[in-house]
Each structure stands twice: as structure tokens, then as C-alpha cells.
């Protein structure tokens, strides 16, 4: 399942499959595509995720969010819209801010270079049994 954030881009976890010495394994890593309008971020390069057909994608559900912090859904909506209009913004001006997601991760621009660094603990979370394969394809 994935998780689309309005005018940032869309967080999923997709199943990879890895033939080794010993078999083939099958891990699960979360994946970011950025959905951001893209004329605007002029010379930023970002990779390219494709996301599998088959991963179902809902959208950000403000109403779980404003339970996780005792805010009505309507407020949590506009914090997330701001924040994500300040955050493009930034990057359009050449401010290169980190974009941080608690538990998930760090969108961050380096050297005109935009991506998402997942955490190792994220990483792991998702995946349990074969975690080094994961930490080495995210």
C-alpha cells in the first residue's frame, strides 16, 4: 500500500525480488516518488521511481493524523498544505532545507541533487528477515 501526499509525491513499500547464492528472497523497502510540479525546480535532479501497478495508493488521511495529535482534521490539512508550499518554495528560491518525516526519513537536496534517505530503523521495520538486503537496495 502506498500513501499519496498532495503536491509532495507518493510513499510506498514494494516487494523486491533478489536471487542469491542460497535462493531467491523476496524483501519489502519503502520507496518515494516525488509528485511535485517539476518546471519549477529548475536544474534539480531527483531519481526516478517507478511504482509497481499492483500497489494500491490512498490518499493521506488527515483525519488519523488530527487523532495522533488531538488537532481537527481541517487544521492538520492546512499545516500539511503550507508546509509543503513553504518546502517547494524553498527549493524553487535555492534554499536547500531537509525535509524531515519522523520515523520514515529525510528528503534532502545536496548538490542539486533531491532525494529521500529512509532510516535504517524504518528500513528494518519493514523488513525482518532479510533487513541487510533491504538497507543495501534503499
Request: hydrophobic share 45%; glycine share 6%; charged share 15%.
Amino acid at each position: 500500500q502506498g500513501v499519496l501526499v498532495p503536491g509532495l509525491g507518493t510513499f510506498a513499500v514494494v516487494h523486491e525480488q533478489i536471487n542469491g547464492t542460497e535462493g531467491v528472497c523476496v524483501v519489502r523497502r519503502p520507496v518515494f516518488q516525488l509528485d511535485m510540479d517539476i518546471s519549477s525546480l529548475r536544474e534539480l535532479v531527483f531519481p526516478t521511481v517507478m511504482m509497481p501497478g499492483d500497489i494500491e495508493i490512498m490518499p493521506l488521511d488527515y483525519w488519523w493524523l488530527s487523532q495522533a495529535n488531538s488537532l481537527p482534521p481541517d487544521v492538520v490539512r492546512g499545516c500539511v498544505e503550507e508546509t509543503i508550499l513553504l518546502y517547494s518554495f524553498q527549493l524553487r528560491d535555492r534554499q536547500c532545507p531537509a525535509f524531515a518525516f519522523e520515523n520514515i526519513g529525510i528528503l534532502s537536496c545536496q548538490d542539486n541533487v533531491l532525494c529521500m534517505q529512509f532510516h535504517c530503523s524504518c528500513i528494518a521495520g519493514l523488513e525482518s528477515q532479510d533487513t541487510w538486503v533491504a538497507l543495501l537496495l534503499t
